[in-house]
């Protein structure tokens, strides 16, 4: 099975891994993992006085400040992980490669906000499940 975990390094972040490590006779090690971290966008007023390369070392240092603890924990466990990172909004990106690589099942961590709580913050899990046909395990 080929499962995506998008990730953000957040105690929820933790959590979702904990729980798969927990449950390994349903989600361990035998199958295929993809670790996807989403770095939000720059403002288009800060990217215009940027050199491009400036930028992608800002993108890239804030997705290995996400991924370098995680590959310890799955290289730990034994896991199959490819780990990528992207660039813009969390759910539609999560949403997008789900359905452009072979995803059997996406697990991600939720803050498990109330229903007035994820509509006036946003919610990533939301946006993902209100986007992919997918099946999503939600871990709180």
């Given at each position: 099975m080929n499962i995506l975990m998008p990730v953000d390094g957040s105690e929820y972040t933790k959590r979702m891994l904990s729980y798969i490590a927990a449950h390994d006779e349903l989600l361990g090690a035998q199958h295929e993992f993809t670790i996807l971290t989403?770095?939000?966008l720059l403002p288009?007023?800060?990217t215009g006085f940027l050199e491009?390369?400036?930028a992608d070392a800002y993108y890239?240092?804030?997705a290995q400040e996400v991924l370098r603890p995680i590959k310890a924990f799955t290289d730990q466990k034994g896991w199959k992980v490819q780990l990528?990172?992207?660039k813009g909004h969390a759910a539609e990106v999560v949403a997008e490669f789900a359905e452009k690589h072979p995803t059997d099942l996406i697990v991600m961590g939720?803050?498990?906000?109330?229903?007035i709580g994820s509509v006036v913050l946003g919610s990533v899990a939301t946006g993902v499940l209100a986007r992919t046909k997918v099946p999503v395990l939600l871990v709180r």
């Open positions: 989403v770095v939000p288009a007023g800060v491009r390369a400036m890239e240092e804030c990528i990172s992207r939720t803050h498990g906000r109330s229903v």
